[in-house]
């Protein structure tokens, strides 16, 4: 079965840098668009960023654009958030998804939750002040 599973997460102060890594299993990853997510105490789960299928395609959240760059790994079957200057707002657990159904490649699409197919069980992200 198609498995996703988040790494990298753990506490961090304000200003700091960090790296997540997802990586997927039983699929064809290279096929997939894939997603961050994340969702915060209280909150609803929120768009991060997404990536098509190389690192010139990707769109982010107004919240982490200039700070999150997502990227991919095809040989790897991994996809990845670097997230530099950490803000106490970025504390969330963060998950991987993919989409593996032919939708069209719409910002609405992309961004929504429930056009996702697959998800990690996520990996917390604690960020300090």
């Known amino acids: 079965q198609v498995q996703l599973a988040e790494s990298g997460g753990g506490l961090v102060q304000a200003g700091d840098s960090r790296r997540l890594s997802c990586a997927a299993s039983g699929g064809t990853f290279s096929s997939w668009r894939m997603g961050w997510f994340r969702q915060a105490p209280g909150k609803e789960r929120e768009f991060v960023a997404y990536i098509l299928w190389n690192d010139d395609n990707t769109y982010y959240a107004d919240s982490v654009k200039g700070r999150f760059t997502i990227s991919r790994d095809n040989a790897k079957n991994t996809v990845y958030l670097q997230m530099n200057n950490l803000k106490p707002e970025d504390t969330a657990v963060y998950y991987c998804?993919?989409?593996?159904?032919?939708?069209?490649?719409?910002?609405?699409?992309?961004?929504?939750?429930?056009?996702?197919?697959?998800w990690g069980q996520g990996t917390q992200v604690t960020v300090s002040s």
């Open positions: 998804a993919a989409v593996r159904r032919p939708l069209p490649i719409t910002i609405a699409i992309m961004t929504q939750v429930k056009n996702y197919d697959y």
